[in-house]
């Protein structure tokens, strides 16, 4: 179960950031014994897998950041971010270890499944916020709300493998502000429909 805890929280935090959990994971696993990549994952903790790793990770870190960009970003992410959840969901052996499955011991598919999803989920939340949000600030939004998500995506990984008990409580808090921001930005899109001058025939 706590495998399975460790996948869920890393898939949710590429769901914010598709680098952090990966360069964590890999990080860890060269230097640690807090996580051991299984048969298919060595490549993970490569150095030089890293290094791109960490480059496409201040690219990220600063393209997040500028308004009109972001989103811009976040239509390239939309696949970079759920294929980085299935892999370190099938990276931490969560998916050969889910509550001692045998089949999904035998189906590692469904790891890459769980994975992607909840990373879409996170991801799809983000998407539909971020304009919103940019619109709203006249784009001086897009810094701060750009560093709490990098933050979240950090804080998520480590929780993820150092206390996965707790990424019951991290996904709970993730999602009531994703309910929050869900009912700001219907708001906000109705305010803007209200305002909005009638079209003349």
Known sequence: MLAALTGLGLSTAAGLNAYIPLLVVGVLANVTDAVRLPDGYAWLSNWGVLAIIAVLLAAELVLDKVPAIDSVNDTIQTVIRPASGGVVFSATAAAA??????????????????????????????????????????????????????????????????????????????????????????????????????RRV
């Open 97 to 198: 270890e889910f509550e001692r499955s045998a089949w999904m011991t035998e189906n590692p598919w469904a790891g890459w499944l769980i994975g992607i999803v909840a990373a879409l989920a996170v991801h799809a939340v983000k998407s539909l916020v971020r304009p919103v949000v940019n619109a709203g600030t006249a784009g001086f939004g897009a810094p701060v709300l750009s560093t709490a998500e990098d933050a979240g995506s950090i804080g998520m990984s480590l929780v993820a493998v150092f206390a996965p008990v707790l990424v019951i409580v991290a996904l709970l808090v993730l999602a009531v502000l994703a309910w929050l921001l869900i009912r700001r930005v219907r708001r906000v899109r109705a305010r803007r429909r209200e305002v909005r001058p009638p």
